[in-house]
């Protein structure tokens, strides 16, 4: 097999991995502050339908996207508010934002079923890496929200490991009856960090749209919020390695359609393999994380009460 | 006219609340369930639909009650079966896709395993089987949660994804009719395979009467047994559990085999009662009814009984979905915002039940 041939799968899988690398580090912030959202699947599904609707009216895709982050992170803020003002059940409150964003997505999406929009983000070849054998076509040939993905994935991993805030964020995550006796605002860093991954979830659904598919139907995130959530434990909550998750994922898409493509394979089979492959990933994380005793962030999923500090 | 407020302050007090009696618990479902309406009011304000037809339609379709009652049948038993589970503390999300095994077993047993058995031979195989086939897809995510500790809510969702290329891929390749024209799905199975329904109805009354019974002997499970109880415990305090003896894998494989296996009995009623066969696109089977069974399971406070008012509740909002679709052109999707709606205002009114607020004007000088 010549190095050709590899571009162009390879080239895809960069692609499909782009929304599940913004849903995935997003999450890993919401997460590493304490706040399990399982409503991701939603955020991304409303997040796509929004960017195609408005930018399909606008015929700007910036628009789009705006609209896209905006419609994100006020979704993740009413998880916010149940799971930290309320400190409610994370669970229930994640599965019903899903809900809430799914019901939300097919009906604004509905009467724009079907119809497509033009390329809008033309690749861009960035200079000298782009001509780096194999490697420069498949990264460095992209749109500019492929390189948004790269560029957040280092900032948020530099900001997580290497800063004051990302120390907050973790003490928060890890005891926040520790870390409100520094002075650490719980509830803020809570807050932030929540919307903020409602944000990135907002943007990897408007990805899909108005970058890849340039289309909208019902349930076209394909289960892909799920995904995140499970590659954000695959990836230890770390960015960088949700990166890499991600683009794992992406390529096992690829091998997917590949296998259906090359070699006959049913259709609805060759389905099966990206969902089969993320509970083989988990039972692998689950081992890893037995072995090197690093696992979720201690307080993941419980409320903060601050009279109940000890 | 001048504001009290720059005078007086009012000031809100929270005291913790110690009891909350069955009264209140129904009260707040009551206002949630009114906020949702609201919200779904103004959102189709905002649209520009007209909220006074919307609503008498909405009104109009819970008199439908033989149909309310055929939506009720699956949404009971899947949510019966998610009560068991979520007392334990265990989420099973995938409802939906047990349910579609159990349709997949029945298919099988009605076209192939006994295609010529009488019925009373036939239809019972069917329940059994389904039971059977769904609850061991289910132990697949207990035995990773039990001595994996793997999140049984990802595990499960991603089941639900693998079932329904399943049957897509059952219905348009191994099991493809003969005689469906080029369609992608399975022959009708056998009329002995078919359950009765009441005369003049779609209500296949074998599949409601099997809910209806495990409705009850759910609650006399979790209520009244040595089982039940060390649900209850484990479920709500897992440490204090293993001090107890209580044998964790045990609770998560058990609950979780009833709960896949009575959402699989849902999929042969769906199957054999109404659908008559599989096809490519399983969503027109499964129809998200393990998804709102999650919610029939919370609005019911984990109570097998009250999930039997709370499913045909739903019932009634799955219908109404379905009706302002055809009359009034709206997407079904609301089903969905109202359904999340409502468990985002309960879980939110939870707070009311654990403390008590009053507001009292205080006079400032």
Same mark, same amino acid.
């Given at each position: 097999?010549?190095?050709?041939?590899?571009?162009?799968?390879?080239?895809?899988?960069?692609?499909?991995?782009?929304?599940?690398?913004?849903?995935?580090?997003?999450?890993?912030?919401?997460?590493?502050?304490?706040?399990? /959202?399982?409503?991701?699947?939603?955020?991304?599904?409303?997040?796509?339908?929004?960017?195609?609707?408005?930018?399909?009216?606008?015929? /700007?895709?910036?628009?789009?996207?705006?609209?896209? &982050?905006?419609?994100?992170?006020?979704?993740?803020?009413?998880?916010?508010?149940?799971?930290?003002?309320?400190?409610?059940?994370?669970?229930?409150?994640?599965?019903?934002?899903?809900?809430?964003?799914?019901?939300?997505?097919?009906?604004?999406?509905?009467?724009?079923?079907?119809?497509?929009?033009?390329?809008?983000?033309?690749?861009?070849?960035?200079?000298?890496?782009?001509?780096?054998? &194999?490697?420069?076509?498949?990264?460095?040939?992209?749109?500019?929200?492929?390189?948004?993905?790269?560029?957040?994935?280092?900032?948020?991993?530099?900001?997580?490991?290497?800063?004051?805030?990302?120390?907050?964020?973790?003490?928060?995550?890890?005891?926040?009856?520790?870390?409100?006796?520094?002075?650490?605002?719980?509830?803020?860093?809570?807050?932030?960090?929540?919307?903020?991954?409602?944000?990135?979830?907002?943007?990897?659904?408007?990805?899909?749209?108005?970058?890849?598919?340039?289309?909208?139907?019902?349930?076209?995130?394909?289960?892909?919020?799920?995904?995140?959530?499970?590659?954000?434990?695959?990836?230890?909550?770390?960015?960088?390695?949700?990166?890499?998750?991600?683009?794992?994922?992406?390529?096992?898409?690829?091998?997917?359609?590949?296998?259906?493509?090359?070699?006959?394979?049913?259709?609805?089979?060759? /389905?099966?393999?990206?969902?089969?492959?993320?509970?083989?990933?988990?039972?692998?994380?689950?081992?890893?994380?037995?072995?090197?005793?690093?696992?979720?962030?201690?307080?993941?999923?419980?409320?903060?009460?601050?009279?109940?500090?000890? | 006219?001048?504001?009290?407020?720059?005078?007086?302050?009012?000031? !809100?007090?929270?005291?913790?609340?110690?009891?909350?009696?069955?009264?209140?618990?129904?009260?707040?479902?009551?206002?949630?369930?009114?906020?949702? =309406? =609201?919200?779904?009011?103004?959102?189709?304000?905002?649209?520009?639909?007209?909220?006074?037809?919307?609503?008498?339609?909405?009104?109009?379709?819970?008199?439908?009650?033989?149909?309310?009652?055929?939506?009720?049948?699956?949404?009971?038993?899947?949510?019966?079966?998610?009560?068991?589970?979520?007392?334990?503390?265990?989420?099973?999300?995938?409802?939906?896709?047990?349910?579609?095994?159990?349709?997949?077993?029945?298919?099988?047993?009605?076209?192939?395993?006994?295609?010529?058995?009488?019925?009373?031979?036939?239809?019972?195989? !069917?329940?059994?089987?389904?039971?059977?086939?769904?609850?061991?897809?289910?132990?697949?995510?207990? %035995?990773?949660?039990?001595?994996?500790?793997?999140?049984?809510?990802?595990?499960?969702? !991603?089941?639900?994804?693998?079932?329904?290329?399943?049957?897509?891929?059952?219905?348009?390749?191994?099991?493809?009719?003969?005689?469906?024209?080029?369609?992608?799905?399975?022959?009708?199975?056998?009329?002995?395979?078919?359950?009765?329904?009441?005369?003049?109805?779609?209500?296949?009354?074998?599949?409601?009467?099997?809910?209806?019974?495990?409705?009850?002997?759910?609650?006399?499970?979790?209520?009244?047994?040595?089982?039940?109880?060390?649900?209850?415990?484990?479920?709500?305090?897992?440490?204090?559990?293993?001090?107890?003896?209580?044998?964790?894998?045990?609770?998560?494989?058990?609950? !979780?085999?009833?709960?896949?296996? $009575?959402?699989?009995?849902?999929?042969?009623?769906?199957?054999?009662?109404?659908?008559?066969? *599989?096809?490519?696109?399983?969503?027109? =089977?499964?129809?998200?009814?393990?998804?709102?069974?999650?919610?029939?399971?919370?609005?019911?406070?984990?109570?097998?009984?009250?999930?039997?008012?709370?499913?045909?509740?739903?019932?009634?909002?799955?219908?109404?979905?379905?009706?302002?679709?055809?009359?009034?052109?709206?997407?079904?999707?609301?089903?969905?915002?109202?359904?999340? $709606?409502? *468990? *985002?205002?309960?879980?939110?009114?939870?707070?009311?039940?654990?403390?008590? %607020?009053?507001?009292?004007?205080?006079?400032?000088?």
């Amino acid at each position: 097999m010549s190095l050709e041939s590899l571009i162009s799968p390879l080239y895809e899988m960069v692609l499909l991995s782009t929304p599940i690398i913004f849903a995935t580090i997003g999450e890993i912030y919401a997460e590493r502050s304490g706040i399990l /959202n399982l409503g991701i699947e939603g955020i991304m599904s409303l997040g796509a339908a929004i960017a195609f609707v408005v930018t399909y009216v606008t015929g /700007n895709i910036a628009l789009g996207i705006l609209a896209a &982050l905006i419609a994100g992170g006020l979704l993740a803020l009413i998880h916010a508010f149940i799971s930290i003002t309320f400190n409610a059940n994370q669970v229930i409150s994640g599965l019903a934002l899903a809900m809430l964003g799914l019901g939300l997505s097919s009906f604004i999406g509905e009467n724009y079923v079907g119809l497509r929009l033009e390329l809008l983000l033309q690749p861009i070849k960035i200079p000298l890496l782009s001509s780096i054998p &194999l490697i420069g076509p498949v990264f460095f040939n992209q749109d500019i929200l492929v390189y948004t993905a790269y560029i957040l994935t280092v900032v948020l991993w530099f900001l997580l490991y290497k800063t004051k805030w990302g120390l907050y964020i973790r003490a928060v995550g890890e005891n926040p009856y520790a870390a409100d006796s520094m002075g650490i605002n719980i509830y803020a860093v809570r807050y932030l960090c929540t919307v903020f991954g409602g944000i990135l979830a907002g943007l990897g659904g408007a990805y899909i749209t108005v970058a890849y598919m340039h289309t909208w139907r019902e349930g076209i995130t394909m289960g892909k919020g799920w995904v995140a959530v499970a590659l954000v434990i695959f990836a230890f909550w770390d960015p960088l390695k949700g990166f890499l998750a991600s683009l794992f994922f992406g390529g096992i898409e690829v091998a997917a359609i590949e296998l259906y493509s090359l070699y006959g394979l049913n259709t609805h089979l060759t /389905n099966m393999i990206p969902y089969a492959a993320i509970i083989v990933v988990m039972i692998f994380s689950a081992s890893e994380i037995m072995k090197k005793r690093i696992g979720a962030p201690a307080s993941l999923g419980k409320p903060f009460i601050r009279e109940k500090r000890r | 006219m001048e504001l009290p407020s720059s005078m007086s302050k009012i000031k !809100m007090k929270i005291e913790k609340r110690e009891e909350v009696s069955l009264e209140f618990d129904i009260l707040l479902t009551f206002i949630s369930i009114c906020i949702a =309406l =609201l919200v779904v009011a103004v959102i189709f304000l905002s649209f520009r639909i007209n909220v006074f037809s919307a609503f008498e339609q909405i009104f109009i379709s819970f008199l439908d009650v033989d149909i309310i009652t055929v939506r009720m049948i699956p949404l009971l038993l899947c949510s019966i079966g998610l009560v068991i589970v979520f007392k334990a503390n265990v989420w099973n999300i995938g409802a939906e896709g047990q349910l579609l095994i159990g349709a997949v077993a029945a298919a099988w047993v009605a076209l192939f395993l006994m295609p010529n058995a009488p019925s009373y031979i036939l239809i019972p195989c !069917m329940f059994i089987l389904g039971f059977l086939f769904a609850g061991i897809w289910a132990l697949l995510p207990a %035995v990773l949660r039990a001595y994996f500790d793997i999140n049984e809510i990802i595990t499960t969702l !991603m089941m639900n994804y693998i079932a329904y290329f399943l049957v897509a891929y059952l219905a348009s390749g191994p099991w493809i009719g003969k005689t469906v024209w080029g369609f992608k799905q399975t022959d009708l199975i056998p009329s002995q395979a078919r359950l009765p329904q009441i005369k003049g109805t779609l209500i296949h009354y074998p599949t409601l009467l099997i809910a209806i019974v495990a409705a009850v002997l759910i609650y006399i499970l979790l209520q009244y047994t040595k089982f039940g109880f060390e649900i209850r415990v484990y479920g709500s305090n897992p440490e204090a559990a293993k001090y107890a003896g209580i044998n964790e894998a045990k609770v998560i494989l058990l609950t !979780m085999f009833i709960s896949g296996g $009575l959402a699989g009995i849902a999929g042969v009623g769906e199957l054999a009662g109404l659908r008559y066969r *599989l096809t490519a696109n399983p969503k027109g =089977l499964s129809a998200d009814y393990g998804f709102t069974a999650v919610i029939v399971a919370c609005l019911a406070r984990f109570n097998p009984i009250a999930a039997i008012l709370v499913s045909y509740l739903m019932g009634g909002i799955i219908v109404a979905g379905y009706a302002l679709q055809v009359s009034l052109g709206i997407s079904r999707g609301v089903i969905n915002i109202f359904n999340g $709606l409502i *468990l *985002l205002s309960l879980i939110s009114a939870e707070i009311l039940k654990h403390y008590k %607020v009053s507001f009292k004007v205080v006079k400032s000088k």
